[in-house]
């Protein structure tokens, strides 16, 4: 890792794990000790170098990094401006970004002795890497999803259960990510010591913001290289979709301090931003403590937490990774929102235009990258590809089938 | 002297161990929950612990997520809860009053607002599950300027390391979660807790309570025998879900089953 100056922005969060006034280690006593052994065991395997060459062969020969980075001539062409480029991450093998973070954390665990795995899942992508990686690890696995997304991500359940996870359907509260998480830690509590969670976003409490950013910053660092390959510069613009924000803090992190670029975070405004079904909590909410740390969230006057709403099952969350939060307030990442109907046009408009079928959850960014784009003839624009659409057929096509040439 | 520790020096000196009981505030609504807590203290109970529903309590089981909901439907608030103590308060001015809950329906109605009304209203304690010694700076340093106790819960995951940094701190009494887990959950395992419980009356002097797990008014014996007292939380809050009608309301039944189960614990507690 290259060495980081004073003023850097990559240097958070600080010993108490705070990013600004976000982030901490809001937990119950019980999981108290069992954050602490992950911090520190965690902090040692990132100075171990058998701890990252396992870490890099995993990422060559079974995830198959480097991702591509492709140029997308007829979106570039669409859009009449900025070149647009795709950071392909939904190449992946288990076709999204989340697999980068969950091999980094399955290794900790077998580091630490542990072998059993629980995960919460929202769109089902990071509960088929994390059953993936127990699978190739022959861990125990066990995936708590809403049963509102099971509902919806019927393939990635299907692929779940056919890796050998165990899956825990969640009734409580509205049966969507949240809940998944707030079960997930709830059976944690339960069995602390046996037991390692592997959290899918830069959310929760300290270590998991900084390490989850730290294994997927391999999307960023790889970008950065393959532009300065292509284009012989850095790129003016990037774009990713946040829902707790782990794929847009990944490519976004390795860029933190180069000031001239310009960063865009995309949040889901649902059914607009001014309705009450969205998902864009930095947006349209305010600072709050939910899930072992501090962030923006969407609550009520009394601090209760609202449900959100997405399309896309993997934004669907209240919250947001602590480090956006902080980088929203002071200014550094600027956060735009998309909302249900815009990404199914850009979903639909990627399919046509590149062959590439994105996942929703990209999708929300496409629709940004092309407004950006627009403006900004003889710029270079790099957006996260962060996940294949395969996985949302079933929801997306009795949506998008009604329009008269499909 | 303030309210816990004159409840629990007249405790020791009658050689009698302390009941306390856990309801949620506002479950099924207002007029009931305070109806229920001002019975209490002629149940022999000798401190109540009053839970604020939270949206998304992390470290309780099923009885006590679906309590909050029913409150939080009810139209439960902070403003309401503090509003039922000082109710409660009108009619009793000796039982300690501990509030427990989770921090951001405090951050989001003000640190120091909260302490003020705290204060105002008769609180006497506050346990926050979900601030840590490691979040001290927060809000308990302050709570406790104020005289308010701050309640810390130990578990059996607690290392002797962590207890001393937790009892640093702690004022009121510990209260010792029994098993590792949430609320109401699995049953706690006699040896195991008295073992830990050693540990802790080993570096404090502080009154340790057990809680999380006792469901029965013999197991409430058990562990009483052990320690200095016993909560119970998730079998009333059942009691109260199983006696409601269709629509969550109170039947005639409410009161009674609770308040009769309640004179059962106090009195295999205090093997009257």
């Known amino acids: 890792m290259s060495e980081i100056s004073l003023n850097s922005l990559k240097k958070g969060p600080d010993s108490n794990g705070k990013f600004g006034i976000h982030g901490g280690r809001f937990v119950a006593e019980t999981l108290m000790p069992l954050i602490l052994e992950v911090e520190n065991s965690y902090e040692e395997a990132i100075k171990d170098k058998s701890f990252i060459n396992e870490l890099e062969i995993y990422r060559r020969d079974y995830i198959g990094r480097p991702s591509p980075l492709y140029f997308a001539e007829r979106l570039t062409e669409y859009f009449g401006g900025a070149k647009i480029y795709l950071k392909r991450d939904e190449l992946n093998h288990t076709g999204a970004h989340k697999i980068n973070n969950v091999i980094g954390q399955i290794l900790l665990a077998k580091k630490m002795g542990k072998n059993k795995i629980i995960a919460e899942t929202g769109a089902g992508q990071h509960g088929v890497a994390t059953a993936t990686a127990c699978a190739l690890f022959g861990f125990e696995c066990e995936v708590f999803m809403g049963a509102m997304d099971i509902e919806r991500q019927k393939p990635n359940v299907q692929r779940m259960q056919l890796l050998g996870a165990k899956i825990n359907p969640v009734t409580s509260g509205t049966g969507t990510l949240k809940d998944a998480m707030n079960d997930a830690l709830r059976f944690w509590v339960s069995n602390a010591n046996t037991h390692f969670y592997i959290i899918g976003t830069a959310a929760g409490p300290h270590p998991y913001p900084k390490m989850v950013r730290d294994f997927q910053s391999i999307i960023g660092e790889e970008a950065k290289k393959q532009i300065l390959e292509k284009e012989n510069r850095l790129p003016d613009v990037l774009v990713a979709c946040i829902g707790g924000g782990s794929n847009a803090l990944g490519l976004f992190h390795p860029f933190l301090d180069d000031q001239e670029v310009e960063i865009f975070g995309v949040e889901a405004a649902g059914k607009g931003l001014k309705s009450d079904s969205h998902a864009a909590s930095l947006s349209a909410g305010s600072p709050g403590i939910l899930h072992g740390n501090r962030t923006y969230l969407l609550q009520d006057n009394d601090g209760q937490i609202i449900d959100a709403h997405s399309i896309s099952a993997g934004l669907d969350y209240p919250g947001i990774g602590p480090e956006h939060s902080w980088l929203h307030d002071i200014g550094r990442i600027k956060y735009l929102s998309t909302t249900d109907e815009e990404s199914l046009s850009a979903f639909k408009l990627c399919s046509r235009l590149e062959g590439i079928i994105p996942a929703l959850e990209p999708a929300h960014a496409l629709h940004i990258t092309g407004i950006l784009a627009a403006k900004r003839k003889g710029q270079i624009l790099i957006m996260n590809m962060c996940g294949r659409g395969d996985k949302d057929l079933s929801s997306v096509l009795p949506l998008i089938i009604k329009s008269e040439d499909y | ?272």
């Open chain 2, 1 to 272: 002297m303030n309210r816990i520790k004159k409840t629990f020096n007249q405790l020791k000196n009658n050689n009698k161990k302390a009941v306390g009981i856990f309801l949620t505030a506002g479950d099924p609504d207002f007029e009931s929950c305070l109806n229920l807590i001002q019975k209490l203290p002629e149940k022999d109970v000798d401190f109540i612990e009053i839970g604020m529903p939270f949206s998304d309590p992390m470290a309780d089981g099923p009885s006590i997520q679906l309590s909050s909901q029913r409150a939080l439907k009810s139209g439960m608030n902070l403003i309401k809860c503090l509003s039922l103590v000082e109710n409660f308060r009108k009619k009793n001015n000796h039982t300690p009053i501990i509030l427990m809950g989770y921090y951001n329906p405090i951050y989001k109605f003000g640190k120091e607002k909260f302490i003020e009304n705290c204060l105002s209203c008769g609180v006497d304690g506050l346990i926050i599950v979900d601030l840590p010694p490691e979040e001290d700076d927060e809000f308990y340093i302050e709570a406790e300027r104020n005289k308010l106790s701050i309640i810390r819960l130990v578990t059996p995951t607690t290392d002797r390391k962590r207890l001393d940094k937790i009892l640093s701190n702690a004022t009121g009494f510990v209260y010792y979660v029994s098993i590792t887990g949430i609320t109401g959950t699995r049953a706690p395992n006699l040896e195991d807790v008295s073992t830990n419980l050693k540990k802790i009356t080993s570096v404090t002097d502080l009154p340790v309570i057990i809680g999380f797990g006792i469901k029965s008014p013999s197991q409430a014996s058990s562990m009483a025998d052990i320690s200095d007292g016993i909560v119970v939380g998730s079998a009333v809050v059942d009691l109260i879900k199983s006696s409601l009608d269709n629509d969550d309301n109170l039947t005639k039944n409410t009161l009674d089953s609770c308040l009769d189960f309640i004179s059962k614990v106090s009195k295999s507690v205090k093997h009257n």
